[in-house]
């Protein structure tokens, strides 16, 4: 880290944290990714000052940035190994003061994340029932959900889907568990949901809920599978806490997903709002959150750049 890399580190470091705004950055920053336009709603401002406190803050090794399309998002550097950094940067989210000081930055965050949440909700809500047909074309050749299921190898009292969709899945789960639970943010995908649900007999409830704020109990869930979903999900740091959250002890979570790409299109055709993620990146995810990773598997093909992540794992 760059910290360590010159003889006035510390100089350098500590007079990137001392300007007002570059800790509003920093704090922003502890609750998610987020794009420059996004930032600057926050932060206000000269759009051309926002881009100067994140330039210092990256050259400082605070702050780093992944481009997605045609939009560069920033995440907090990783401090896990530098422990006055870490207690520095923490300090800033626990201190009441600094509480009071972040809370219309927090506010304004928070309409952020409503607005992203509303752009995954109208095009599921508007694509109805042709979602099926969409995700054929687009996976077909990468992997199918019956071939991951194995995996979980037992039966199990529930299983929850999140993020389920038009519910083409629950049938699949239901022969794993006494219980399957669909979770959406879409009333139109529950719907077609419910008519599957109906026609194939098993034993069912469906939610209608928010991935970021799951309306289920806590440790109460044995498997939470997650199909192609954290891509469409503001902040995924968030989501794999909330996984941890409602499953049992040594409960499982099935994750599948793509891994990086460059397929801008799926951001109209797919509502994408990344386009997947590092390996690393889910990986680290999983520590993070207290999973033990029981498999991973990496599934590719030769008709397109695009592979996908599939994580099998256990709450410790």
């Not at 687009?138 to 992997?143: D, E, S």
């Not at 034993?203 to 997650?226: H, M, Q, R």
Request: glycine share 6%.
């Amino acid at each position: 880290m760059y910290l360590y890399s010159r003889p006035f580190g510390f100089v350098e470091l500590f007079k990137s944290l001392s300007d007002e705004n570059r800790l509003r950055i920093i704090r922003l920053l502890l609750d998610g990714i987020f794009n420059v336009a996004e930032i600057h709603f926050i932060i206000g401002g000269k759009q051309s000052n926002v881009s100067h406190h994140l330039k210092i803050l990256q050259k400082n090794s605070l702050i780093s940035c992944k481009k997605e399309g045609l939009q560069n998002y920033y995440k907090l550097s990783d401090f896990k190994e530098n422990r006055l950094l870490k207690n520095i940067i923490q300090s800033i989210k626990e201190n009441q003061q600094a509480i009071n000081f972040f809370n219309e930055d927090m506010k304004r965050k928070e309409l952020v994340i409503m607005e992203r949440r509303n752009f995954a909700e109208k095009y599921f809500n508007d694509l109805g029932g042709g979602i099926d047909a969409l995700q054929e074309e687009a996976f077909k050749n990468l992997y199918t959900v019956e071939e991951t299921l194995p995996l979980l190898n037992g039966k199990y009292k529930t299983i929850v889907d999140i993020g389920c969709g038009s519910g083409r899945n629950l049938t699949a789960l239901s022969a794993y568990a006494e219980k399957v639970i669909g979770v959406d943010i879409s009333q139109k995908m529950l719907q077609l949901s419910d008519h599957i649900c109906k026609k194939g007999g098993f034993n069912y409830e469906l939610i209608n809920g928010d991935f970021l704020n799951l309306p289920i109990d806590d440790n109460s869930v044995d498997v939470a599978f997650i199909n192609m979903t954290l891509h469409h999900i503001s902040t995924p740091e968030l989501a794999l806490k909330e996984i941890n959250r409602i499953l049992t002890k040594k409960g499982k979570m099935l994750l599948i997903d793509l891994l990086a790409h460059n397929d801008y299109k799926m951001r109209d055709k797919q509502a994408d709002l990344w386009l997947g993620f590092n390996e690393d990146y889910i990986l680290d995810l999983c520590a993070l959150h207290n999973f033990k990773i029981l498999k991973k598997i990496i599934k590719k093909n030769n008709i397109s750049d695009k592979k996908v992540i599939i994580v099998f794992a256990e709450k410790k």
